[in-house]
Nanobody, 116 residues
Framework: QVQLVESGGGLVQVGGSLRLSCAASGSIFSINAMGWYRQAPGNERELVAT???????KYADSVKGRFTISRDNAQNTVYLQMNSLKPEDTAVYYCNAEGFLRVQYWGQGTRVTVSS
């Protein structure tokens, strides 16, 4: 089992920045990719960004150039630096980890609200 704990959400104005963190514990040796997803009210959960153990990244088109995902394997932590935030970035952000046989683990989520 893998446990994920997110932090760093909050309220920010349009154009501002936030940094999300996700600390993994438990069977961390099984983790390959980690990432961030988000879910806005009335919408389905969507991919924001992912990063493999080797550092290969993938981003949703809507966040390219504004968000940066990074990973500290020694600290078992993944980060999401979010810049130039827009109202449409408002959502609950969930940390995700993919383990053996592509088993998915999820954090409890952290809320990000971008106000105009």
């Amino acid at each position: 089992q893998v446990q994920l704990v997110e932090s760093g959400g909050g309220l920010v104005q349009v154009g501002g920045s936030l940094r999300l963190s996700c600390a993994a514990s438990g069977s961390i040796f099984s983790i390959n990719a980690m990432g961030w997803y988000r879910q806005a009210p009335g919408n389905e959960r969507e991919l924001v960004a992912t990063i493999t153990r080797r550092g290969t990244t993938k981003y949703a088109d809507s966040v390219k150039g504004r968000f940066t995902i990074s990973r500290d394997n020694a600290q078992n932590t993944v980060y999401l630096q979010m810049n130039s935030l827009k109202p449409e970035d408002t959502a609950v952000y969930y940390c995700n980890a993919e383990g053996f046989l592509r088993v998915q683990y999820w954090g409890q989520g952290t809320r990000v609200t971008v106000s105009s």
